[in-house]
């Protein structure tokens, strides 16, 4: 979740700038043809965006790769109870308190 909310606002500010970089005449043209919104949408909007849409998904791929380096830092472990085994299932459990609880190194709330 961490990473995920640490990288959402590159990825929207890219998509954003592939929109604005989308020329305002197609959609004109399109309106005077009687194209209904999702015809525009799929027709202009997508195609003209799918290099802003790849890059994206290739840095937040890239970005969920380099995650492991954050989880360990912040748990050392993996967590309380990672090792397989130790919980029923091999799950970690979790609790309101986890981030206070003593594997996580650099807890300040407890």
């Known amino acids: 979740m961490v990473q995920a909310w640490?990288?959402?606002?590159t990825g929207i500010l890219i998509l954003t700038a592939g929109l604005k970089?989308?020329?305002?005449v197609y959609y004109e043209a399109a309106e005077l043809d009687g194209a209904g919104r999702g015809a525009v949408f799929r027709r202009i909007t997508l195609p003209l965006l799918?290099?802003?849409?790849?890059?994206?998904?290739?840095?937040?791929?890239?970005?969920?790769?380099q995650s492991f380096a954050l989880i360990n830092v912040m748990t050392g472990d993996?967590?309380?109870?990672a090792a397989a085994g130790?919980?029923?299932?091999?799950?970690?459990p979790w609790s309101p308190r986890a981030p206070c609880s003593p594997s996580f190194r650099f807890s300040t709330c407890c």
């Open 50 to 65: 799918r290099p802003s849409l790849l890059f994206v998904c290739l840095t937040q791929f890239f970005a969920g790769l």
């Open 78 to 81: 993996g967590g309380q109870g």
């Open 86 to 92: 130790a919980v029923p299932g091999g799950r970690t």
């Open 21 to 24: 970089a989308i020329p305002e």
């Open 6 to 9: 640490a990288s959402l606002g």
